[in-house]
């Protein structure tokens, strides 16, 4: 059985951090490519940052300088350093894994991160 588990979400000031986690079990995770998405209320889904299997990373144009994924394959964790956080990055964040062959995707559940102005 499949398990992406999030934590780490909460409430936060305006330029404060907050570092999401994402525990991921029932997958071969160093072959994963690993993903952080997120939605705001009354928004679509969207892309955070992602890290493949090789470690290349790549993050929206909103969240760059100020986000760092990184991964652990040992614990089979991805980890979103988040700073400098504004209001508009109150979302539900969401862990994605995508594995190859066969092509195959899974999410978490979402965490809740809320920045207060």
């Known amino acids: 059985q499949v398990q992406l588990v999030e934590s780490g979400g909460g409430l936060v000031q305006s330029g404060g951090s907050l570092r999401l986690s994402c525990a991921a079990s029932g997958i071969t995770f160093g072959i994963a490519d690993m993903g952080w998405y997120r939605q705001a209320p009354g928004k679509q889904r969207e892309l955070v940052a992602t890290i493949t299997s090789g470690r290349s990373t790549r993050y929206a144009d909103s969240v760059k300088g100020r986000f760092g994924i990184s991964r652990d394959n040992v614990k089979k964790t991805v980890y979103l350093q988040m700073n400098s956080l504004k209001p508009e990055d109150t979302a539900v964040y969401y862990c994605?894994?995508?594995?190859?062959?066969?092509?195959?995707?899974?999410w978490g559940q979402g965490t809740q991160v809320t920045v207060s102005s």
């Open positions: 994605n894994a995508n594995l190859p062959a066969p092509a195959r995707g899974y």
